[in-house]
Nanobody, 124 residues
Framework: QVQLVESGGGSVQAGGSLRLSCAASRNTNPIGWFRQAPGKEREGVAAIDSTGSPNYADSVKGRFSISRDNAKNTMYLQMDSLKPEDTAMYYC?????????????????????WGQGTQVTVSS
């Protein structure tokens, strides 16, 4: 089991920035960020795969950046140039005893450990 706690959500105008944090009870790969907007399915946003490489959904490439501080057991999502369509509940998730590489690590079915989520609202 991995316990995960997200923070850093909030409200921002389009074009603004936010940084989300995910404090984990232990370091593990893969680990990633997911989001769910009202009426939509949960989708992968960014993930660090089993080799430690970052991967991004096409919709956020060039705007979002995923990173981690292993000493603090914390993962981050830097979100720049935010758009109204980025509005969603953002979750971090981690997988144990799982190997994935590349964009396959954005699949929600891989992850069994989830945080409670943090809301991001982007106004136009």
């Amino acid at each position: 089991q991995v316990q995960l706690v997200e923070s850093g959500g909030g409200s921002v105008q389009a074009g603004g920035s936010l940084r989300l944090s995910c404090a984990a009870s232990r370091n593990t790969n893969p680990i990633g960020w997911f989001r769910q907007a009202p009426g939509k399915e949960r989708e992968g946003v960014a993930a660090i795969d089993s080799t430690g490489s970052p991967n991004y959904a096409d919709s956020v490439k060039g705007r979002f950046s995923i990173s981690r501080d292993n000493a603090k057991n914390t993962m981050y999502l830097q979100m720049d140039s935010l758009k109204p369509e980025d509005t969603a509940m953002y979750y971090c998730a981690a997988a144990l005893y799982t190997y994935c590489r590349g964009s396959s690590c954005l699949g929600i079915h891989l992850y069994k450990n989830w945080g409670q989520g943090t809301q991001v609202t982007v106004s136009s």
